[in-house]
């Protein structure tokens, strides 16, 4: 029987675990600020990581990054009926600009600085930067405009859960105007491949993208796609939308242009988003009852190396050897990047190090004791194989010389190796021969992991869907998305019993 | 007479060059949102590369990026006298969650939805970063803690200038504790020297470190320090600030740890701070009648190459040389970096697009023809030497593997080039023999650019400093600060008559 270094694990409770991932991982905790987290260095370094190979795949993609502001005045949401409708709900409303004394040693707003239009706290960017987009597209020649922004967006939420629902999170949002509707459905799909690519290379998850359902769709969109992630208690995580918003918006907020022949029309204009909630993904994706594991390509540190100080004079030459292998790991690269290794000198116990480093989910951790020194070895952990198979801590002691030269193709084991477990659980997870809603009723009738269901349907809209939602509402399912990626759909639709058009994914969902 | 890009110049109105900068080179623009810009691709790329090599010296320094709440609860602010002093006035306050809409097919914030207590957007994040170091550290063992926050900070000026002065900007904030105050005033040094570093080096912005007067003391600080640019027009830019905090946030928020005798103790704090106005420093620095000059180290693009397209048959061949000279350059680096370079092959005429990466500030612009590629050369424009002697555009045709070979030398000369020309202007700005008021008063008498004045003073405090800077208001110059490097202080104290203790610089300022 394994000691864990959590003091809960998946089995007896899945959203327990997962809080303690977050505490002991020192990825984020309670801020005091109603709804929002503060994101630790390890929680906000891996977020960096994200960033950064997020940030190269979208210029790839011809996108320049931009600022807009934080604040959006509330007229502007006005414009849109349907955006309104999803968004100016609940949302954090400024109203002052100044404080004064309340004449009792605190502070109130000041009654007289009270602004004229209340200003918004961003929850989206489409009506502001469309506002952008009508100052800077007059004829065909500006287009396409392809601009994409890092920032932080709020959203009022009544129940929050770290980094899977906060009232402020992190995201990137890109968006972009072309002439025509057909351009920017491509364009739309292409940003929607680029995430599953991302999620599936970078960040070692395995997705579904697929259209969402007329209800599910964002605000405005004529069409919304998302990549669903299953996670390990069986439910799905959206982890990246792409929305064709045909020329919804750019009709509320007049972007139009000139086109060869000299007629005006309307631009076509998309959006596409992925937040800190990709964090919580990966927690629930890679972690296990003793930590985070972090995929190598998104882990800030992708060796950690725990030198065995025993506070004696010899520490001085185990330091010195620790540092020629930091310097030789730190000289090859890894995925076509420096190698990232860190030397942990803290002052702590080596254990406590060690056990700290598991936790957090760095993908390798090396010890070196004064024995590993003497026989040129390191004591290698790979935090992919924990254990051996009688329970005991999987530590190998290598040479070193072998290690640093084999160190990259061990990252790249690992990452394939998280992949791998990952892509089983989600082909597994999924049950494809359900064939009646008495069948799905069911198979979702329990509280334990169901995994999804893959049903033919008729893509009912309207009512008849409204209807659909209801009843699936008791099983507490809904629709993911219809996979792009699927067999032709057979039979009839399990709702409505008319043939089926294509097939979706129903599952539990965060 | 040389016709220059922008239909403005310095000499003629030098508020109205800038603004002509900010919008010609694509920096910036009116967002319509009161107060903030949007940072269009060119500003927002010369800010990621202030992020990128702000970053890299900030983590050298040991510390590590986390990320805090952008809202701050109204309490928090009342906590510390001086700083509910200094910041809780001009603040963006939010009210309510929730809009509904008003009947009149408009919204409004919803009466039921105001809450118990009013959020701060953040001015800045000592005290929410506070309570988290009071969570955090609780023994010696915990300190230092040092961490940076990347983020955008609302300040509600009334008066707003693109970059310079917004209602929203972006800035790194870095924030620290430590045991004692001694290091505690010692990494706040180090904070200083870091910006001062960066500025010279990768800004080519030389800049005066120095004390601020106590009357500019960030609010709650013990001391504070900033670096002192001067600009084209003679004014001062506060270009970044560290503040010694002592323990004032640390008693106002509890942070207090035990020490290894078991004693409990406040900590020490410091924070300090660069933004986006370095962009308006850059700028009024490097800016001349034909736009930006962008210093290498930071620009987007350091070449950028233009091929004289003609629209004929002959362009796919012309466009392969400019992709081979790009991928040759691409592979070469400069300052320890990737080459960052870039093919313009946007639909528009050659002269157009040279022009307009003239404005832009582009370090090299190449230019390749029919005649260049026939004889193997390119046509280079260095930024900072743009016209002959014969007020003719200096493009030099130089062999393609010549211009390869010292492509990163000659970006390090124009980096050195900008740094050195911004530097005599400097040294020739700052006038010292100045020994009276009535001097100091005749000096900066009029309009025009009176530079910097470096005078003796006693360092007078309170009532006696107010005296003084009501004296100086008038001129319309303030106590920038007193420089870390100065020669001894020697006679009398300017305003005082009391012997000098110190030089301080006077001037006017941004």
Redesign the interface.
Known sequence: MIKHALAVTRAADFAAWYQAVVAEADMA?D???RG??????WG??I??RIQRLLDARIRDLGY????????????Y??KEAQH?EGF????????????IPDGK?????DPSAKLEE????RPTSET?IG??FS?WIQSW?DLPVQ?NQW??I?R?EMRTRMFLRT??F?WQEGHAAYAGADQARDETMKALDLYRDFAETCCAMPVIAGEKPEHERFPGAVATWSIEAMMQDGKALQAGTSHFLGTHFADAQNIRFQNAEGQFALANTISWGMSTRMIGGLIMTHGDDDGLRVPPRVAPWQVVIVPMLRDVPEDAALIDYCRDLQRHLAAAGAFGEPLRVQLDLK?ARPATKRWGWVKKGAPIVIEVGARDMASGNVSVIRRDRLYREDGKLNSTAIPLGEFVAGAAAMLEAIQAELFAEAKARLDRGIIRDIASFAALAAHFGGEGDAGWAEVAWARPTGAELDALVERLKPLKVSVRNAPLDQAPAEGACLFTGRPAVERILIGRAY
Do not use: Q
């Open positions: 905790e801020s005091g600020v929002c987290m503060v994101m630790r260095p906000y370094g977020w960096e320049d990054n931009c600022y807009f502001p934080l604040f959006i005045p509330l007229s949401f006005e309104v100016a709900k609940e949302m954090a409303v400024v109203t002052h600009h100044r404080l040693g605190g502070l109130i707003p209340p200003l918004i706290v502001v506002a952008g100052r020649r601009i920032a932080n709020v009022w009232a402020e992190l002052a």
